[in-house]
C-alpha cells in the first residue's frame, strides 16, 4: 500500500505542472543561491586571510619577550642566527622571513604622519614587494638610504618618487635619532590603512640608526598548514623557552575571530534561505491541498484513511523537493567552480573593500562537505514544510468536501 501512496503522490505533483513547476523552480533558486552564497562569503573571508597572512600576520611570530609591551629597539631576538638556523631543519615550516621594526614618525616638507618603519633584508622574500607599483624595492636601488611607502602615505605627506623623506624614532638606547630617506618606491596594497601607515627600508640602514649590527626584532614562520599553528607553537615554545612565539591568532585576535565566524556565518545565511524557502512551498502546498477538497473528500469517503492522505501530502512535497534540489546543487557547484577560477571582481567597491582590508576579487569556495549538510538541512526543511499542508488535509470533513462544490 506504501508503494501505491508513493506512486499516487509522484502522479498528483504532475497534475497540474505550472503549480509544480513554481514549487521546484522555488526550490531550484533557493538552493542555489544559499550555496553560492555560502560560498562566496566563505571566499571572501578566506580571501582576506590569505591576505592577511601574505602581508601583515605570519601563521607563527617570533620575538623577544618584551618587544610587544615596549617596542623599544633594544628587545631584539637573541642569537637569531641560530634560531634561524635551527628553524631551518623544521618540516613544516615553508618560509622564513625577518625584520627589524621601528614606529616613528614620516615628515616630508609639508606634512607628518605616523609609520611602522619595517627594515628588510635585501635578499628577503617579503611579500610586499608583489605590491610594488612604482619604482624598486630598497635592495635593489642604487640610492642612499632608499625607502619604499604606500600611495596613500604619498599622497597624505604630498611626496611622489625620488622625493625626501625624513623619518624620526627612537635607538637602542631610548635616545631620538633619525635620518633621511629617498623614496625609490611606492607600492598600493588592498588596504588602505596598511598604506597609509607602513614604510619599508634596508635593514642595515635601520640597524644603523638604531646603534644595532645585524639583529632582527621579528621573524615570521609561514608553515604548510596554518590551521596547525597552536600545535607548532607548543613545539616551538619548548625548543626556545626564552623567546615570545605567538600564533597567528594571538598576534591578530580578530582574524581568529572571523576565522570562527566564518562556519557560523555560513549556516546562519542558507538558515534565512531556508526559512524563506519553507514558507513558499508551505503556501505553494496549501493552496494545492484547499483547490483538491473535493479529491482529499472522495478519497476519504471510498476509505483512504487518515495517515495513508498524511503520506500521499508529504510525499508530494518530498519529491517536488527531490526535484528542485539536485539542479540547484548542481547549478550552485557549477558557479562556485567556475567563479572560483576566474574570480567576481568587485573593482567597482575597491575604496570600500580596501578600507577593510578585504581584496577586490573573490574567489568563491566551498569544501565538499558542507553540500552534504546543506543537502540535509534542504531535506529536512521539505519534510517541516510539508506537515502542515498534511495537517490541513486531515482536517477535512469528508461530506462536507464532497458537497462544497456541488
Known sequence: MFSTIIKLGWKNIWRNPTRSAVVIIAVLLGTWSGIFLSGFFTGMMQG??????????GHIEISHPQFDDMYS?????????????????????????????ATGLAQSARN?????IHGLHPDSNYSIKEYLKKGSMPGASQKRNPII??????????????SRIVLSFQDKNGEITGGAFRVAGIFDTFSNPYDESNVFVNRNDLNGLMELSNQVHNIRLTLSDFSQAQHYTQQLQDQFPNLQIKTWGETAPELQYMYDMTDLMMYIVMVIIIIALIFSIINTMLMAVLERTRELGMLRAVGMNKPRVFSMIVSETVFLTMVGAPIGMLLSWIT????????IDLSIFAEGLSAYGFGTVIYPYLPNMYYLNITLMIAG???LSALYPAFKSLQLNPVKAIRKFN
Open 48 to 57: 582576506y586571510l590569505d591576505n592577511q597572512f601574505e602581508l601583515t600576520v
Open 73 to 101: 629597539p633594544e628587545y631584539y631576538v637573541p642569537n637569531s642566527d641560530q634560531v634561524i638556523r635551527e628553524l631551518d631543519q623544521l618540516s613544516y615550516i615553508q618560509d622564513i622571513s625577518t625584520q627589524s621594526l
Open 112 to 116: 607628518n604622519y605616523g609609520a611602522t
Open 149 to 162: 611607502i604606500g600611495q596613500k602615505l604619498a599622497e597624505r605627506l604630498d611626496i611622489k618618487l625620488d
Open 336 to 343: 562556485i567552480s567556475y567563479f572560483g577560477d576566474v574570480g
Open 381 to 383: 526543511a521539505a519534510l
